[in-house]
């Protein structure tokens, strides 16, 4: 037998669950004050809220291995500063499910895998490549995991109000940045898959278990699109397209189901 040894774990039941974590955390007296709890926002640009604050005032509530503020106009939970990866995502979405959360986007900034995407553009990724590790202890091996479609095309179309054009497809989640090969990016790029990145997959495994909404928005950044790794010299664009992102994120999550 290879190890690690996925292909049956999915099937065993696990000795510690998020239920046990909130149900902990809670007897502690060290949960964040929700007044209500449907949509959270992952904000990997962790200084956006304040920055983004006149505009969309947010109260912080407390933490959870994140920061943890409220949008106080509609109740949106926003996290930053939890770090990166599909298990510290997968972990917190279980944790935040458990509390009642039922819709979740991740907005971050990624790789560019495709010649005709620049920086700054968004991409709405619908279907995650599984290239992480966490998503392997909660379903079957297959390739792909799939993000809620009916909270992609509600993004989207928050984001195309906003005038800002925005592309949707598929995204390569990765865990290991510094091993992003040629010959993956030959192979991804000849499949059109859009950009790279290191939680979508993990958090739409966190939505299919848990029967949540989930999906996530990718701001092009830097590009491997000519098979060498290319930034831009100005980040610009870069910063008003996760505006416009983050904005649109906040509206559809807090709008009724």
Known sequence: MS????????????????EDIVAYRGRLGRMPKFKKLDGVLFCLERGLPHRMRLRIPVKRIGAMNADVDE?????????????????????????????????MILMTWGGILQPDIKAGDI??????????GTSHH??????????????????????????????????WTTD?????TLDEVKRYQSEG???????????????????????SVVI????LAAYRWQVPERLDDIMHSLEIAYTACVDVLGESS
Do not use: H, W
């Open 3 to 18: 190890f690690p040894n996925y292909s049956d774990k999915y099937k065993s039941e696990s000795l510690l669950k998020a």
């Open 71 to 103: 949008v106080k106009r509609n109740g949106v939970i926003v996290l930053t500063n939890f770090g990166g990866g599909s298990p510290i995502v997968a972990e917190l979405a279980e944790e935040l499910s458990v509390m009642g959360a039922r819709r």
């Open 123 to 132: 991409v709405i990724c619908n279907q995650a490549i599984r290239d992480d």
């Open 138 to 171: 909660y379903l079957p091996p297959e390739k792909y995991i799939q993000a809620d479609a009916q909270l992609s095309e509600r993004l989207a179309r928050a984001i195309r109000a906003r005038g800002a054009s925005c592309t949707t497809g598929t995204t």
């Open 176 to 180: 290991a940045p510094y091993r992003e």
């Open 193 to 215: 898959v859009k950009t790279v990145e290191m939680e979508s997959a993990g958090l739409f495994t966190i939505g299919q278990v848990r029967g949540i909404q989930t999906v």
């Open 220 to 223: 092009g950044m830097d590009s």
